[in-house]
């Protein structure tokens, strides 16, 4: 039993596990991400209050598909406004929006893909204006073919441009203070966006180690993308640090294009950093490579045990992270890394 209000966290569960919850754990659920490669549980909807959005990847690292759930405090209250699903507490909102490009037709000037991003980041922004939630703390991104090229530009590019838009429309900033996110690529599907939301503003956290994606050069598309490194949210006593998606970037540039364990290593510095700057902000320094929850994106299956091997020997201790096939935003990355910070202050409760 939890004993303090307004908890945010996180905890991963098998599909079956999660559907095998009792209704009292539900009810705690603001909402959850479900990994999985095999077609949508139709449980997972049925009847159900919890916002649940379903990510087409396979596990790499064991047969179970897995959920990630979102946990709140208090009476829970959830609703539906035009694509978005969402569930929030009195501090904390979390959302799901799927849209399908093939509503949107190619126009003049935006492609599909623009299209439909920038209608759902739009609706997202619209959401948490009437509710008065206006913080975004991370967005989680998952885009079909995301390296692949038409009208001209690469997809990944496409929805750059279509969140850019977003932001500007809504008055909202596009450099300093942005959302932690991930973007990725899926096979096939619709455009699938989850985000967390709230009532305080985060910090945003920046890698000295590389240039903010949101002042890459031109050279990586027309916009730049709109993410900072992390955020780090102060809910009463507790402290939640979202690590977006990280890869061998440094400065802007890809390094080791073709060396998946120097990639990995790579990445892991750049966790570290971002780790550095977030223990400068925190009111509880302590976050370390140990407590963070990974989830680790692989381009090809055939470098998971490499990658494994590397990200075990750097964190020291078994890491707890989840291994999921998918693409990433450029050609020569072979991974992208996210991570969360456990709660090292709740004993016992590790997820
Ligand atoms: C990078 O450093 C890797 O577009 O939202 C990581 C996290 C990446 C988020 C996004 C992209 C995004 O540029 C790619």
Not at 39 to 44: G, I, K, L, T
Not at 147 to 173: I, K, P, T, V
Not at 321 to 330: E, G, K, M, P
Request: proline content about 5%; charged content about 20%.
């Amino acid at each position: 039993m939890r004993d303090t209000a307004s908890h945010l966290h996180g905890a991963n569960l098998s599909m079956s596990a999660f559907l095998e919850q009792p209704a009292q754990w539900q009810n705690s659920v603001l909402g959850a991400i479900c990994f999985s490669a095999d077609a949508v549980e139709s449980r997972m909807h049925a009847g159900m209050e919890v916002p649940c959005m379903c990510v087409p990847m396979q596990r790499l690292d064991a047969g179970e598909s897995i959920c990630e759930t979102w946990h709140g405090s208090g009476q829970l209250t959830q609703g539906q406004s035009g694509d978005i699903h969402y569930r929030h507490d009195e501090g904390v909102l979390f959302g799901v929006i799927t849209l399908s490009e093939t509503q949107f037709e190619a126009g003049a000037d935006k492609t599909p893909l623009q299209q439909a991003t920038e209608s759902a980041y739009r609706q997202v922004f619209a959401l948490l204006d009437t509710l008065h939630y206006p913080y975004l703390f991370r967005f989680w991104n998952y885009i079909a073919d995301i390296n692949a090229h038409s009208f001209g530009l690469e997809r990944y590019r496409q929805f750059n441009l279509g969140r850019q838009d977003a932001f500007l429309a809504h008055g909202r900033d596009v450099v300093g203070n942005v959302p932690a996110a991930c973007a990725l690529g899926l096979a096939q599907g619709p455009l699938t966006i989850a985000f967390l939301a709230g009532r305080v503003a985060p910090l945003n956290i920046e890698n000295p180690r590389q240039i903010s994606a949101y002042q890459y050069p031109q050279q990586y598309g027309p916009r730049s993308p709109t993410f900072s490194r992390a955020s780090l949210v102060r809910l009463g006593q507790d402290e939640v640090l979202f690590i977006s998606g990280t890869a061998s970037v440094v400065g802007h540039a890809t390094l080791h294009p073709a060396d998946v364990a120097a990639q990995t290593r790579e990445t892991m510095t750049n966790i570290e950093a971002v780790l550095a700057e977030a223990n400068r902000l925190a009111n509880q320094p302590g976050f370390d490579l140990a407590s963070l929850h990974y989830k680790v994106y692989v381009r090809h299956p055939t470098d998971l045990a490499q990658i494994r091997a590397e990200l075990e020997r750097i964190v020291g201790i078994a890491p707890n992270a989840v291994y999921l096939q998918a693409d990433v935003c450029r050609r020569d990355l072979l991974l992208e890394i996210e991570a969360t910070a456990a709660r090292p202050s709740i004993s016992g409760q590790r997820d």
